[in-house]
């Protein structure tokens, strides 16, 4: 299972459409509010570029139009996407995130799905690393739920890509969120399937 870091910058200036200091950056030269990222850089023989920004056809685990960034301009944010193309997009975080139905979770190189009941149950499944296929639930009373390589961690993964105390899962609220606790170790996240 392999999955790519993807580093997203504000463009040049905050607005809906691509400025000239960005025209050498975005292909599409689009104004529409989007920059598609991918591996195809035309659609046809008419020469229009499928993508904004396109990487080598080489790139392991990137889709032809991989994923696409979206800015709001009511709200000034910007919205990222996952097409459904490649495996996966992941984003490293830092704050709070609540937790939806249908995140992948990367614990160094143990990747979680993260299922939700109606009832606010929490239901982590690993698809890989050396947790592979143990399904961990919790219930809302339960948290804070620690993840980490410590015996007193409610889910302990034996690894040294891990910290300690990787992250914390909180319960605020009717919200689930998970609060990455160590600056040194990656934690990403990714939503399979996304509309803004």
């Known amino acids: 299972f392999f999955f790519f870091f993807l580093m997203i910058r504000r463009p040049p200036r905050s607005t809906h459409c691509i400025s000239s200091a960005a025209s050498d950056v975005y292909k599409r030269q689009v104004c529409d509010g989007h920059v598609y990222i991918g591996t195809k850089d035309r659609t046809n023989e008419a020469q229009e570029w499928t993508n904004d920004i396109v990487f080598s056809k080489g790139e392991l685990g990137m889709g032809d139009r991989h994923c696409v960034v979206k800015y709001v301009v009511e709200?000034?944010?910007?919205?990222?996407?996952?097409?459904?193309?490649?495996?996966?997009?992941?984003?490293?975080?830092?704050?709070?995130?609540?937790?939806?139905?249908?995140?992948?979770?990367?614990?160094?190189?143990?990747?979680t799905f993260i299922m939700l009941t109606p009832?606010?149950?929490?239901?982590?499944?690993?698809?890989?690393?050396?947790?592979?296929?143990?399904?961990?639930?919790?219930?809302?009373?339960?948290?804070?739920?620690?993840?980490?390589?410590?015996?007193?961690?409610?889910?302990q993964i034996p690894s040294k890509e891990l910290?300690?105390?990787?992250c914390v899962i909180y319960c605020r609220g009717k919200d689930l969120s998970l609060i990455h606790i160590c600056r040194c170790r990656r934690l990403l996240t990714c939503r399979s399937r996304w509309s803004p």
């Open 163 to 166: 910290s300690k105390y990787q």
């Open 119 to 155: 009832k606010n149950e929490l239901h982590l499944k690993f698809l890989d690393g050396p947790n592979a296929e143990q399904l961990h639930s919790f219930k809302p009373h339960q948290a804070p739920v620690r993840i980490g390589r410590m015996h007193d961690c409610h889910i």
């Open 75 to 111: 709200n000034k944010s910007h919205y990222i996407k996952d097409t459904g193309e490649g495996t996966g997009t992941f984003i490293k975080i830092e704050n709070f995130i609540i937790l939806q139905n249908e995140y992948i979770i990367s614990f160094g190189s143990s990747h």
